[in-house]
């Protein structure tokens, strides 16, 4: 039975400060307990304390306790085409996808978990080639409605804008006078609330700031939802 969400506390960033100096398997494997109870346990908690808030803002985003193929993000690196070796993420994350999208890549809330770098948020990471296409087109087609995003009183007041890795030029089939052209080249949209060492993190009011952060990033949730043509 999944335990009540207390918060993020000591246990829970000890583990990591301490992975990230030893980041190896034979490490893990000895502390492998260890992480079921101080990092698994309280993360489940966190998603089955916030999955019927998370219902309120939209039913068609998944809030999945399970350890596997649920909400929460293997700890397990995927090093096969990466110069950096290193087996274990020294990070906690979840990620609140659209029940449409089957990775990483949908439309979705997220929440990361790393000592003095926590944040959360919402939008879409890197979506594939169609879906990127589908969110320029409509930036560039409707300019006023992602302006109204941008503009938006409870946005502004929570986030700083909208991020995402960029192209250095145009993206192909868009004038270079197109209205919002730095949006334009982006390669992701997300907004994201950073909250470091704030001590609302290591308590269960955590979940409240989430949802109230998620809420805040509905506007730009529509917006890429009506793009893609999923519903919110």
């Not at 946005?155 to 909208?162: C, I, K, L, Y």
Request: charged share 25%; glycine share 6%.
């Amino acid at each position: 039975m999944t335990e009540t969400f207390t918060g993020f506390g000591p246990a829970f960033w000890s583990f990591f400060a301490e992975l990230k100096q030893n980041n190896n398997r034979d490490w893990f494997t000895d502390n492998k307990a260890r992480y079921q109870q101080d990092v698994v346990a309280p993360i489940s908690a966190f998603i089955t304390a916030i999955a019927p808030k998370l219902h309120e803002i939209s039913p068609h985003y998944n809030a999945d306790p399970r350890p596997n193929k649920g909400s929460m993000f293997r700890i397990y690196r995927d090093v096969r085409f990466s110069k950096d070796k290193r087996p274990y993420k020294e990070h906690a994350a979840a990620q609140f996808r659209h029940h449409m999208g089957k990775d990483a890549h949908a439309p979705g809330f997220y929440v990361h978990l790393e000592p003095g770098n926590v944040m959360c948020g919402g939008g879409i990471w890197m979506p594939p080639g169609d879906s990127l296409r589908q969110i320029r087109e409509r930036i560039a087609t409707r300019p006023r409605k992602w302006q109204a995003v941008l503009e938006n009183q409870d946005f502004q007041a929570t986030f700083d804008g909208v991020r995402g890795d960029s192209l250095k030029r145009p993206p192909r089939g868009f004038p270079d006078d197109s209205p919002h052209m730095e949006d334009l080249k982006r390669k992701s949209f997300f907004a994201m609330r950073t909250f470091d060492d704030d001590p609302v993190v290591r308590s269960n009011a955590f979940v409240d700031e989430v949802v109230a952060t998620f809420t805040a990033a509905i506007p730009l949730m529509q917006f890429i939802s009506d793009a893609v043509g999923s519903e919110f």
